[in-house]
């Protein structure tokens, strides 16, 4: 599969007018690999934040987690392209390592059939492409929030609001982290029959990451708020309003005509939205009403702050959950598993494949 994903994005054409940094490698896997918000994490990386007010584009919308592992392999002469690609590989390829411990954990507490194909159907979703050496920060957040979570499958509540807090440092869904690992927490103690502990609480805590960032906004800018004020700038266009939330821009660029590529791209990730959306429910009823409220609330909040719901497939790895309640389902009737998740992996090959060539695909 990653072999079949790298391989597309090999072919992918290099592009004459790439717009990368001049110290970006002319190699047609690293350029393949590096397109839109990666230009945003390299310039974190190697020079820091700059914030020029809430209608200039900058990077202050993108946490700084992702970025700060990059520092210690530039600093030894990596390329920062080239460190970005190998961080996010190895957190991808760990996260669905650990995806399958958490699975059999979870799986054997809620009382359902062994399996693995919750990890299968997220490993093989469209956008998975993103964690296989795109230099994004999903993989990232995935391999930290899997771990909150599977500490506290084992009892480890503290553990899990230390791995929750350098996860919310690396995506701005902290809200999702803080109520999940709580809910689960408590949801845990209560199932068990025993009453429940100050420690119980402490996954709370995750938003420490979040609350890391906005101190570190303030002491430099005076905007504790700038990565959500920013989202204003012209280009980007979803501030928060009624435009943004009932999703004007949505409907203004489809009708009354777009391009069949626009409206492609546009519509395909609104079903995956309301796809992701749709399995909130079979998760809260499989996997519990912690894990329930996490993935509605990873969804939900970029769904209701983006103008356009482009990126919101992607977002959707972070709901993890769901492809285990997929899962789930899909082996009750093993025809369509099969069928499932082929096409799955067919569509993408297909995304990583004009991803690397260039196209917005998310």
């Known amino acids: 599969m990653l072999a079949a994903t790298l391989g597309l994005l090999v072919l992918a054409p290099e592009q004459v007018d790439h717009g990368g940094a001049a110290d970006e490698p002319h190699l047609a896997i690293v350029r393949a690999l590096n397109h839109w918000d990666s230009g945003w994490y390299a310039t974190i990386a190697q020079d820091g934040y700059y914030y020029l007010g809430p209608k200039v584009q900058s990077p202050v919308a993108f946490f700084p987690g992702y970025a700060l592992l990059l520092r210690p392999l530039i600093a030894v002469g990596v390329n920062r392209y080239i460190a ?42 469209p956008f998975a492409f993103y964690l296989y050496g795109v230099m994004y920060s999903d993989a990232t957040y995935l391999l930290l929030a899997v771990s909150a979570f599977i500490c506290l499958e084992d009892d480890r509540p503290a553990l899990a609001a230390v791995f929750g807090a350098l ?16 809910a689960r927490s408590i949801e845990l103690r209560v199932r068990s029959g025993q009453k429940i502990r100050v420690v119980d609480l402490l996954p709370a805590f995750a938003g420490l990451g979040l609350a890391a960032y906005m101190f570190y906004l303030w002491r430099a800018f005076d905007d504790p708020l700038a990565f959500a004020h920013v989202q204003s700038a012209a280009g980007w266009d979803q501030g928060p309003g009624l435009a943004t939330w009932a999703k004007l821009e949505w409907f203004r660029v489809l009708f009354p005509r777009s391009a069949p590529i626009v409206a492609v791209r546009l519509v395909g990730h609104a079903l995956a939205t309301l796809a992701a959306l749709a399995l909130v429910i079979p998760t809260w009823k499989k996997l519990g009403p912690g894990y329930g409220l996490y993935c509605l609330i990873a969804v939900g909040l970029p769904a209701l702050s983006s103008k356009d719901f482009m990126g919101l497939g992607r977002y959707a790895i972070a709901a993890f959950p769901i492809f285990l309640a997929l899962g789930v389902m899909l082996d009750e009737r093993p025809r369509v598993k099969r069928a499932w998740l082929a096409l799955s992996a067919a569509v993408l090959l297909v995304l990583a494949f004009n991803f690397g060539a260039g196209a917005y695909v998310s």
């Open 84 to 125: 970005g690609e190998l961080v996010t590989l190895l957190c991808g390829l760990a996260a669905l390592f650990l995806l399958l411990k958490w699975e059999a954990k979870v799986r054997v507490r809620q009382r359902l059939k062994p399996g693995t194909s919750g990890t299968a159907a997220l490993a093989v979703y």
């Open 167 to 182: 996860a919310t440092a690396c995506r701005p869904i902290a809200p999702a982290l803080m109520v999940g690992l709580l």
